[in-house]
């Protein structure tokens, strides 16, 4: 069976979520796939991650048997039968199962064990997901002899292929002012804000800015990085950071509106804040003192020429920045916020019991666990506490740590932590087609409900209907919501805040507002043109060969207009060649 086929059965009969499913890339090595497709099948004895409630649900997809469960629409009903192993029929049964026959579906077993490669061309991505070339079905793919073609010249990702690279960047290159940072207008970019000087240790912004580099992100899907904080810091980041394309520096302070309204922060996509400075105070209350104050300080922030919070309309209640533009639902357009209240940001905490004064119109108990608070559960903070967690779940299950590092920095290889740790920093590597393999891979990324391929779900539709057509048609595989925590009319005041609902039941009712978290595959057939990117020796061949046929056209045509120009009493005729100032071929490339 493919890894969609059993993930399909899981999530609809068993009600488990499966992310992934560990390959073997030979006798002593595995790795994590994360959402493969239906170019990887499954055998019986596939381990798998899940996502579940408890690890007792985990053991259905264990205990499984077509003959005993079969016709049992509990779920909690399914237990161990007393099968014996000849006649026990689990979830994946026959290696070389026709996986068009749902019929015969029955468990996976949480035994590690290979892939069936027979289906499969054996390559495995170090990050993550097998390299699938093939087409899948609605994602057109771009042939590895194109890509070739394009990028054999430059050098446009890491060493490694799993991240985007750029040659060393000059700091003064990369050093905006205020009025350099306002003319360039930016948009959905990521703002870092740092609290820290020349004497402080180095936070590791290499960590933070890797995940956003990505290689299985095409180049314009990049978001411009924007450093706020002390320069002298900074340089001392500098040199891990100077091959990576895109990011900006603002020497300035967190806490001086007028750099945050420089770089625009009401238009960002997140706001970071963070400090160095978090170790020196010996009173927990007054460790994170910078960073809370940056929080309030940004939240009561006022923006001209931006817009409210949520509107009535037709269609329900909608975020009046994504509301429709001259009346009609598919055009869009993204708007700022009019307070600063509505900034998507995040803040750091060292002291989880701080969390309490990030917001002010929350009325949790001061002695409220982390979990539980409205600034947690809302994504708007991050205590480091979360990372001794990690750090116990890890001791029980080796593969928790590899997975989640994997779905949040995107994939990392051996070669790349042995290059990183003897201090070699990021090298680049020649675009070739081994290289290109490695960016074919999952990434996480949220989808809206109320346009695009899942438009059709937005008025009430059921989540199990909508996570079955991601799944099948498209190979997306959803695994949360992202609501809006205020969604009735009854509200005076609605927040923009939002939660995240992980892994809700199939019946569960959408609403137009949603957001959808997902695991999207990589798509080739979206690469864009790199700015500055050299043209292969072919291209440029071809370039002039069709530039030199121009201007002999282009001869032979203003030739003919003076002789007809002169035939008729020599007054001048304007050119056949141009219409609107602009030259024919000129129009037609532009059309091309």
């Known amino acids: 069976m493919s890894f969609t086929d059993v993930s399909e059965f899981c999530f609809t009969k068993l009600k488990l979520l499966l992310i992934a499913v560990e390959i073997s890339m030979d006798s002593t090595d595995s ?140 700091i003064d290159d990369s050093i905006l002012t205020r009025n350099q940072a306002q003319m360039k207008i930016m948009n959905g970019h990521v703002v870092v804000c740092i609290f820290a000087d020349k004497d402080s240790p180095l936070i590791g912004l290499r960590n933070l800015v890797m995940p956003l580099r990505a290689s299985n992100f095409h180049y314009n899907e990049l978001k411009n990085i924007v450093l706020l904080g002390s320069l002298e810091y900074i340089k001392k980041e500098w040199e891990t950071l100077k091959n990576f394309p895109r990011v900006h520096i603002l020497d300035g302070s967190p806490l001086s509106r007028a750099d945050l309204r420089s770089v625009n922060v009401n238009l960002c996509d997140m706001c970071v804040i963070l400090s160095a400075n978090q170790g020196k105070s010996e009173d927990p209350y007054l460790q994170d003192k910078e960073t809370i104050l940056a929080s309030l300080n940004l939240k009561a922030m006022t923006f001209d020429d931006s817009i409210g919070l949520l509107r009535e309309s037709s269609q329900g209640f909608v975020p009046q920045g994504l509301a429709p533009i001259l009346g009609s639902p598919k055009s869009l357009s993204r708007r700022g916020s009019a307070v600063g209240a509505n900034v998507p940001m995040i803040t750091e905490l060292v002291n989880d019991s701080n969390v309490q004064f990030l917001d002010q119109d929350d009325d949790d108990d001061p002695d409220t666990e982390l979990y539980v608070t409205q600034p947690f559960a809302c994504g708007t903070a ?100 992202y609501r809006f925590r205020d969604t009735t009319a009854t509200t005076a005041t609605p927040s923009s805040k939002r939660y995240v609902i992980t892994n809700p039941p199939l019946e569960f009712l959408l609403m137009p507002t949603d957001m959808i978290f997902c695991l999207m595959p990589f798509e080739p057939s979206k690469e864009s043109t790199y700015p500055g990117r050299e043209r292969s020796s072919k291209r440029r061949k071809r370039d002039g060969d069709r530039e030199r046929d121009r201007e002999r056209e282009r001869d032979r045509e203003r030739d003919n207009g003076e002789v007809r120009n002169h035939g008729r009493g020599g007054h001048p005729q304007a050119s056949p060649l141009h219409t609107n100032n602009h030259p024919k071929e000129e129009w037609d490339e532009t059309l091309c």
């Open 31 to 170: 790795t994590i796939a994360i959402n493969p497709g239906h170019n990887v099948r499954t055998r019986e004895g596939t381990l798998g991650f899940f996502v579940a409630a408890s690890a007792q649900e985990v053991k259905r997809a264990y205990f499984y048997c077509k003959n005993c469960h079969g016709n049992i629409n509990d779920c909690r009903k399914i237990k161990q039968c007393r099968c014996d192993s000849e006649k026990r029929l689990p979830l994946i049964y026959d290696p070389e199962y026709n996986i068009s026959g749902k019929e015969d579906i029955a468990a996976l077993s949480m035994i590690p064990s290979n892939l069936e490669k027979g289906k499969y061309n054996g390559n495995i991505s170090p990050g993550g997901s097998p390299h699938r070339h093939g087409p899948r079905q609605g994602l057109p793919s771009l042939p590895l002899s194109e890509q070739k073609e394009i990028d054999e010249d430059t050098k446009r990702f890491d060493s490694t292929g799993m991240f985007h690279w750029c040659p060393s960047t000059n």
């Open 382 to 481: 991050f205590a480091v506490s979360v990372l001794d967690s990690l750090m116990s779940a890890t001791y029980f299950n080796d593969n928790a740590l590899t997975l989640i590092r994997t779905l949040i920095t995107g994939g990392a290889t051996p070669e790349l932590e042995q290059i990183l740790a003897e201090g070699a920093g990021m090298r680049g590597g020649y675009t070739t087609p081994q290289l290109l393999n490695n960016r074919d891979r999952c990434k996480v990324v949220q989808l809206p409900v109320y346009e695009g391929p899942l438009a059709q779900y937005a008025n009430g539709g059921q989540y199990g209907e909508l996570f079955e057509y991601a799944l099948t048609k498209y190979e997306i595989l959803c695994f949360g919501i």
